[in-house]
């Protein structure tokens, strides 16, 4: 079955360096997704992004993000100086329909571990 | 996205069905119900979603009433591994990103 992988699986990184988290989508998907869950708290929506263009994004995506689609596969997020409050898990979903868009299929996830 | 609400946590015996409820009273004709779970801090996982009839898959049926203002997911069997975080979410529309509320807790036990 087709899924969504996401890289690194753990990523430590000191306050204020850039890091980047790198997602594949699903390989015939048009529309891509970051979210994250803080520790104990609900998954927040940060950005979607179609036709390489953000399509929506929420309050919590900031100047501090950013989101590329470098190519024909990969899919990028990246906090250019990351915060102690950046830690948590960051999945990327995809999704091959804008009728039905809310059927996304969602990676593994990264853990960002900002100290 | 259309207020959903959920009860905050439900037990479950293993092999017996798990019903779990959803309040979207403010929803709107043309507005899909899914339902959506996370297992121990994984990447959520698409279960079903429906219009206005009854619906089934490999994993779930969901029974939306026929005010659409509530629906229920049922899990016919439930096992150990079903336990996990289950959200219901209505999307304002087409073309929007999914918005996660708290979901129910639903703990399975032997």
């Known amino acids: 079955e087709p899924e969504v992988t996401q890289t690194p699986s753990h990523q430590v990184t000191q306050m204020g360096q850039e890091v980047i988290l790198r997602c594949v989508p699903i390989?015939?998907?048009?529309?891509f997704y970051w979210y994250r869950q803080i520790l104990g708290q609900k998954v927040e929506f940060l950005v979607s992004?179609?036709?390489?263009?953000?399509?929506?994004k929420s309050e919590i995506f900031d100047d501090q993000f950013s989101v590329e689609r470098p190519d024909g596969s990969n899919f990028t997020l990246k906090i250019r100086s990351t915060k102690l409050e950046d830690s948590a898990m960051y999945f990327c979903?995809?999704?091959?329909?804008?009728?039905?868009?809310?059927?996304?299929?969602f990676g593994q996830g990264t853990r960002l571990t900002v100290v | 996205d259309a207020k959903t609400t959920q009860p905050p946590s439900m037990d479950c015996a293993e092999g017996r069905a798990a019903n779990l409820p959803c309040n979207h009273s403010?929803?709107?004709?043309?507005?899909?119900v899914y339902w959506y779970r996370q297992i121990h801090s994984q990447g959520p996982q698409y279960i079903i979603h429906?219009?206005?009839n009854n619906e089934t898959n490999e994993m779930a049926s969901l029974i939306i009433t026929e005010d659409r203002k509530s629906s229920t997911l049922i899990l016919p069997h439930a096992t150990l591994r079903d336990t996990a975080v289950y959200y219901c979410?209505?999307?304002?529309?087409?073309?929007?990103?999914?918005?996660f509320g708290k979901g129910t807790t639903l703990s399975v036990s032997s």
């Open positions: 979903a995809s999704s091959d329909s804008d009728r039905i868009r809310a059927e996304a299929f």
């Open positions: 390989s015939n998907h048009l529309y």
């Open positions: 992004f179609y036709n390489n263009e953000i399509s929506e």
């Open positions: 403010t929803i709107s004709g043309n507005e899909y």
């Open positions: 429906g219009l206005k």
């Open positions: 979410i209505v999307p304002r529309q087409a073309g929007t990103a999914l918005i």
